[in-house]
């Protein structure tokens, strides 16, 4: 009795002293690859994992001035992360024609690994859109 208490109580200590771990990348074009192999032990006072999107025209050139998605993760606080998307406010409206900014913050060991708002949402926004003026259009001739 006395040693699966001592095993009980060795087990709790493990547990309460792991810290929360997170999927970390920085400046990543897709969520695939180092944004969800890569994953750290966050410091003690760090709650909250972090995903930060963004929907902007590239530093380098691109045919037809194409758009794409910048993703960084990483640990941080839920403070921090309130702070941040009351900062972003506006700036996070995800239309397609805009460049744009999100940040999504979750609590739990690697709770951050997708990207709700990924390329996907938004190439079938655009896709429902065309579908639905062709639609129109051919009624309407």
């Known amino acids: 009795m006395d040693l699966q208490l001592g095993i009980l109580c060795f087990l709790a200590i493990i547990t309460c002293t792991l810290g929360l771990e997170c999927y970390v990348c920085n400046g990543q074009f897709d969520n695939k690859d180092k944004c969800i192999k890569s994953s750290v032990q966050c410091r003690q006072s760090q709650d909250t994992c972090i995903t930060q999107i963004q929907w902007k025209a590239p530093d380098f050139w691109t045919p ?28 996070c409206m995800r239309d397609w024609y805009r460049d744009w900014e999100c940040l999504e913050c979750c609590q739990g060991d690697r709770c951050n690994y997708y990207v709700t708002l990924g390329a996907s949402g938004v190439t079938s926004s655009i896709a429902l859109l065309l579908g639905s003026l062709l639609s129109v259009w051919l009624l309407w001739r």
């Not at 001035?65 to 506006?90: F, P, V």
């Open 64 to 91: 037809r001035s194409e758009k794409i998605h910048i993703i960084g993760k990483s640990c941080g606080t839920l403070a921090y992360c309130n702070h941040r998307q009351r900062q972003l406010g506006l700036t």
